[in-house]
């Protein structure tokens, strides 16, 4: 009987063994696929983070081209004649256009 025990516990132990080695392989086999799981993540968040940098630099660019064109128009405003200063300026051209008229007259 003793021999029947200890060939039970060979044979369980070798199963047990076989057991063992398995899970781990599946852990193994798991653990790489988690890894590739994370490098292939990793490598798709940096393009991304890529192209939005590009694209952040694209955008400062327009912001600036749009700011100094709005600098240029501000300062051309500035030039221009005011709506009241031209309405003033033709209430003074009709005031001139009647000795016009009479000036033709004595020509």
């Known amino acids: 009987m003793d021999g029947d025990y200890q060939n039970q516990g060979g044979f369980s132990g070798n199963f047990r063994l076989k057991d063992l080695e398995e899970k781990q392989n599946v852990l193994r086999d798991r653990l790489l696929l988690v890894g590739q799981n994370l490098v292939d993540s990793r490598d798709e968040h940096s393009e991304k983070i890529l192209g939005l940098r590009k694209e952040m630099e694209g955008l400062k660019h327009d912001i600036e081209r749009i700011k100094s064109f709005i600098e240029i128009i ?34």
């Open 74 to 107: 501000s300062s051309e405003l500035g030039k221009c004649a005011k709506k009241d200063d031209l309405e003033i300026l033709k209430k003074q051209a009709k005031m001139f256009q009647p000795l016009e008229s009479t000036r033709r007259q004595y020509d």
